[in-house]
């Protein structure tokens, strides 16, 4: 991986785990449902950026050289494969998923 993209993709992780955390202390402490919500959706938003980096970084990087070696078909059946799992979250409209 990119080291900018491996940089950027660790980054974004690590927002993830903290809101996460801090949505933990939230439920612990019976803040009020709608605020939880709120906060597990940026959860998801920074686990979706660092799902999208990981995918430029493969279609930039790996997609490429396994074309040059003639591996078109594995590629794609690979990507289909791990595109099935990166789905927006429900009730996420299509236009707010790819922004």
């Known amino acids: 991986m990119k080291q900018t993209h491996r940089d950027d993709v660790l980054r974004r992780l690590r927002i993830a785990r903290g809101h996460l955390d801090g949505v ?5 402490e019976d803040t009020y449902c709608p605020e939880v919500m709120k906060q597990l959706a940026a959860v998801q938003g920074s686990l ?30 690979e990507l289909m494969d791990a595109l099935r799992f990166d789905r ?12």
């Open 88 to 99: 927006p979250p429900v009730g996420t409209t299509v236009e707010a998923a790819i922004t």
């Open 24 to 28: 933990v202390r939230m439920v612990e």
């Open 48 to 77: 979706q950026q660092a799902s999208r980096r990981l995918l430029r970084n493969h279609l930039e990087t790996c997609v490429p050289d396994a074309m040059r070696a003639g591996r078109v078909d594995e590629i794609v059946d």
